[in-house]
């Protein structure tokens, strides 16, 4: 009987010797992509992440869901972006353009030779030793991650692009794929950056990917689920999560602020911005110019999304860090001259968000 990793490989041959190899060579890539047994692993993984969400983390939705629905068609548009974005492998093929350009410049013009840059290079130990070299690799993917998610909230412009992201009101396992093509492409390339700075090979690359994708997917689960007093300021689970996709509290504006970590929440306890021992609360975002994106198709959310966008990138304001929202002209204005309590019962859902939680306990906040 054939074995599982046989099959694995035998598949991945396949695919890489009659799909892959015909499209680098159709598309001038060639040999500089790398192996097009790594790509073809990375599909792979892309379309097993699709089961896993689909048929694991979809039903711990129906038996330990965190916030009941009475009509899950907002759900659907995300599913669509999942689908559209095969299971976030959008980043590994950025990695893949970029590493041409790094062979470049480290002077290695056979990918298929030894490295010439990066970590096991800069430390030989890391060569021997490749799990340490892995964990090395996934603890500065995740610490970019963390900053680059800070900044997504902080600078107008780009938070004009990931607020699409934000305005679901219905967040499920589907939902980490939900956002703007600019975004992601953004996200892309400074992740990618960092994974061909530290010389990452593609398949690493690719498993980086998968388990960052997955935590992420199950972090945006509708589920009541965290992972103990312990675990939960080392890693992100759902509840943790939920609170980073809060509606803004009229009462106390800033405390959505929280929970930026993809991964690893110690990055959030380190730096001050880890938020436990709140209830559940609805998500989605107060500011009406976003939150209408819950009406709009896949290609109305990309244009409403790039007009904000534009509206902040071509204006002073848009540069300046801080938390904003977009008056009627799509330009950002900064929260703290708006009135949130306006804000908050302009939603179409205003009657059925609860009433403010108090404040938590000082031992709450991490």
């Excluded at 967040?171 to 794929?177: E, H, L, V, Y």
Aim: hydrophobic content about 50%.
């Amino acid at each position: 009987m054939m074995s599982i990793a046989a099959l694995w490989n035998g598949m991945a041959a396949w695919l890489a010797g009659h799909v892959v190899q015909p499209a680098l060579v159709f598309t001038h890539i060639g040999g500089r992509a790398g192996d097009p047994r790594d790509i073809a692993e990375a599909a792979m993984i892309a379309m097993l992440q699709v089961c896993l969400i689909a048929f694991v983390m979809r039903p711990l939705e129906t038996f330990f869901s965190a916030e009941p629905w009475q009509d899950r068609k907002l759900t659907r548009i995300d599913r669509t972006y999942t689908l559209l974005m095969l299971g976030g492998i959008f980043p590994l093929f950025s990695f893949l353009v970029l590493t041409p350009f790094a062979n470049l410049l480290g002077g290695n013009n056979d990918p298929a030779g030894p490295p010439t840059y990066g970590l096991t290079v800069w430390v030989p130990w890391f060569a021997s030793h490749p799990y340490a070299a892995f964990a090395v690799y996934y603890i500065a993917y995740d610490f970019t991650y963390y900053w680059m998610h800070r900044a997504q909230h902080a600078i107008p412009w780009w938070w004009a692009l990931h607020s699409m992201h934000h305005s679901q009101r219905q967040m499920s396992c589907w939902t980490n794929d939900r956002g703007n093509y600019l975004d992601g492409g953004l996200q892309s390339i400074v992740l990618a950056l960092v994974g061909v700075a530290l010389g990452v090979d593609a398949s690493q690359f690719a498993l980086l990917m998968l388990l960052g994708e997955l935590v992420q997917n199950f972090s945006h689960t509708n589920v009541r689920i965290g992972f103990g007093r312990a675990l939960d300021r080392v890693f992100v689970a759902p509840v943790f999560h939920r609170l980073h996709h809060m509606v803004v509290d009229p009462d106390r504006p800033g405390l959505h602020n929280c929970n930026f970590g993809q991964v690893f929440s110690l990055w959030d306890v380190w730096f001050g911005t880890a938020l436990y021992g709140e209830p559940v609360r609805p998500t989605g975002v107060g500011d009406p110019h976003v939150d209408a994106d819950n009406g709009r198709g896949l290609v109305m959310m990309q244009w409403w999304s790039l007009r904000r966008f534009w509206g902040a990138f071509t204006c002073r304001a848009g540069w300046r860090l801080g938390e904003v929202a977009f008056d009627d002209s799509l330009r950002p204005v900064p929260v703290a001259a708006l009135d949130l309590h306006r804000m908050h019962a302009a939603r179409p859902d205003a009657a059925a968000l609860p009433v403010p939680a108090p404040a938590p306990r000082p031992d709450a906040l991490a």
